[in-house]
DNA sequence: GAGTGGTCTAGACCACGAG
DNA sequence: TCGTGGTCTAGACCACTCA
């Protein structure tokens, strides 16, 4: 099954691009050419160039600044979400010290969010938003809500540390019985493209967590949005002979 | 945060032809008018239908064939995948029953694949090419690797009941210590693009998934390709309060 | 205002699928 | 062969950034 006999101007342009960012003839960080430049070297009119890099886009290798350019993207930290973690208080932890911004508002439960917490429609609820940054890149993307009247006291300390995002105290609760998390594969959406400041053609993990108490009730909801050229998700499930129960 | 003032050309055909597609008015499965009708239609350009058109393939709504027409996808069953379960002889389980075909094939370790399953290079491995299809559909897309003196004697056994894939015997061997999950967001390659008949700006959740006894060696290393727009991936985690170890 | 990317046009030519 | 989608062109005009 030959797949593509004759190369498409565009994919040998992304080729070569690709090539030279690989082996280090254009560096993290530098401009490239003018897209009227570039698509004068390779012979090409400008919507083929454009199309060429659409294609390195969506790899997350450049990054296009409307009125400024096209830039190499320099390589960013790799993203590991630890998930099935039984530890209460820390339950993600990203593997790279960042910098996250917190932004926490009041707002009344809707549509999606009433099924996800079990919740009533316009039930208090606290959102919690954080901005993973590295350096001035943005770097991943979580929603958090939560019952109002769980919500911490002081949204200030609710990141002890920036190793750690999505921390709950369950001191003075009763212990959490089930975390549920779901992951899927999309492109963004416009806005999380912009948040993220990622092309809308790079692929993004979306992970849903909700956790419950022992009374049945959600304690949290977390929408965490990771960019995937640089995440990794990892469960991993340890088993001992004593626990070979049939369900798990 | 205006995002789109002005909502170009692409999006608003995008956006009315998504809307005769989720009000039934383009059934599934029907063809929709030729390109070049459509362009007529909306009064713009071919390559401007064309991206409109490219957006709704991104989004899984729309199935374009090389020579037969742009058709309206029929929704595809959901594939919610199972992951973490410690149950040792299905370890995956989709919820929806798919014909499965398997191809059985003996190679021998490459580069990728010495370091996954920790064997040195050339030592004999057998492949299981698993491809589920939904009636004539493809589904979803699963590469099994195992060292062959460990795969099953018959392939043909190996997948008894249809709702399963990737299924392990582990009755005559020891115990599986640790199931390890990878998962990650990106776009399909070429290949598998075509073998999924999705597009290619269609985002696929790809699960690497690492199963290794109790002796620390590998048993079985399986990449699961599996098309976002139908696939959730789903982690149940519960806690007793006896199993408040520090480190899970 | 100069330079950059963003969008779109009108049409050419090629490749694939079915009769 | 005909109709379909696949690719590409040359250029127009708009929007954004920065000096």
């Known amino acids: 099954m030959v797949i593509r006999p004759v190369p498409s101007r565009r ?16 560096k993290a960080g530098v401009r490239l050419p003018s897209e009227a430049q570039l698509a004068t070297r390779y012979t090409v009119s400008t919507p083929t160039l454009r199309s060429a890099l659409a294609l390195l886009q969506g790899e997350g290798l450049v990054e296009k600044i409307h009125g400024k350019g096209n830039f190499v ?7 590991t979400y630890l998930g099935g973690v039984a530890e209460p208080t820390t339950w993600t932890t990203f593997s790279a010290p960042l910098r996250v911004t917190t932004r926490t508002t009041n707002i009344e439960a809707t549509s999606p969010l009433t099924t996800l ?3 009533p429609l316009c039930s208090p609820l606290t959102e919690v938003l954080h901005i993973a940054h590295e350096g001035t890149t943005p770097h991943s993307l979580a929603r958090i809500y939560a019952p109002r009247d769980l919500a911490p006291a ?26 549920q998390e779901r992951l899927s594969a999309r ?29 049945g009730r ?17 469960f991993i499930t340890r088993l001992n002979a004593e626990e070979r129960t049939p369900n798990a």
Chains 1, 2 share one sequence.
Not at 73 to 79: D, H, K, Y
């Open 73 to 79: 993207r320099r390589p960013l930290r790799r993203i």
């Open 187 to 215: 492109l963004p959406t416009q806005e999380e493209a912009t948040v993220l400041r990622i092309s809308t053609s790079l692929a993004v993990l979306s992970l849903t967590r909700v956790a419950t108490e022992a009374t």
């Open 218 to 234: 959600v304690v949290e909801a977390a929408l965490l949005v990771l960019p995937g050229d640089r995440t990794e998700a990892l």
């Open 154 to 179: 002081d949204p200030s300390a609710a990141t002890p540390s920036p190793e750690q995002i999505a921390v709950r105290s369950a001191d003075h609760r009763p212990p959490l019985v089930e975390v």
């Open 11 to 26: 994919h040998a342009i992304a080729d070569d691009l690709r090539h030279q960012i690989s082996t280090g003839h254009l």
């Open 117 to 119: 917490l079990n919740v």
